[in-house]
């Protein structure tokens, strides 16, 4: 009789504990990727906008075409980095809804299917490859205006 008791401790103690990383594993992911991406676009696409500002009217259609693209492309990185923002909130908090009710049902958790990991994963694989495709394209624009 005591030895499940000291199970259901155990497993109390272990499942507390994977949720306490699941929350610090959210807050460390937000504030790392998040931030970094949303430096790096927004960093790029106001020097680039200065830039073009600067000397508006001193490019070919081709260069321009460059800077529009990254353009766009910082805009995407940044607007799906606020998206995973969001979407890994409800990520995080569906996962812990499932764990709390894995430690009241006194179950073990089986691996919950929870459709904000898949959309968080998306938003942050767009935001990468918004980045990319802006610095690329900036790039190619500073290339065709220096040389």
Known sequence: MNTDRDEQLERYKRLSAHRTEL??????QIN?????VVTLSAGALGLSVTYFRETAGSFDQTSTWCLAIAW???VISVAATLGSHFSSQEDMALEINYLDSCISDNSEPGGSKNPWN???RFLNILAGMGFFAGAAALVCFAILTLF
């Open 23 to 28: 929350r610090t594993i959210q807050v460390d």
């Open 32 to 36: 790392r990727f998040d931030r970094l």
């Open 72 to 74: 766009i492309a910082f």
């Open 118 to 120: 898949r959309t968080t």
